[in-house]
DNA sequence: GAGAAACATTCGATATGAGATATATAACCT
DNA sequence: AGGTTATATATCTCATATCGAATGTTTCTC
């Protein structure tokens, strides 16, 4: 369902472990020292990104490693584009006037 | 805050208002008939929606019309940006799995 | 100014979510 | 088999989100 996805993403740490995933695979226990949150707390947030379809485990001996997946992102990119099409496909370029120097 | 438009995208008839008003501005009134909530519950998901920057109202008699605003989707598209690259910029396009290698 | 119409805000109730602690499962090792 | 490591699940608590009903505010009309 579409709203796992962004019920997924809404959450704040689970934005940060989808930036650290953008770095390559990584186990479990990278992602839980990273965060700095208990391991359970991560392991559950991995599981709704998982079920979002957001990254994916792969079973390596006794860790699992972790890996973004495209097709949610891409369907977020789909659920964007009525609206790039109702200003006239200039989001990317408005993106640009919003970043403002340092 | 970038979170507070994550949050108001997280819920479901927060993003049908969000399609409503992809058909042009409209009074609340109209809104409020469409989603068959409350009166109030609307105005609420309004307000989350008018804080995230993802809509604004116009004063127009007794009436708030309300409109897309374009800025924070833009920013949303610049928070998509690295996973785009990170799949070599072809994330509309759906039919791969991702394999490691770039 | 009185009343009505259109929205917003407050309030009380329930539901959902994130967190930690404790426990369970699974794979590795000797 | 027993012990250790890596990760998942179960249980509980606390905070926040959502909803409807009631109330407040603003603006229109008469």
Redesign the interface.
Known sequence: ME?AL??A??E?NR?RL??LL?KG?RPAGDLVWALRLSQPAVSKHLKVLREAGLVEARVDGQRRMY?????P??E???W?D??RR??GG???A??HH??KGS
Do not use: T
Not at 67 to 71: A, D, I, M, S, V
């Open positions: 709203n962004f019920d993403l809404a704040p934005r989808m930036a953008l695979e890996r973004l997946r495209p097709e992102l891409a977020l990119e789909r964007l009525p609206y109702f200003w200039k989001l990317d408005l993106e919003l970043d």
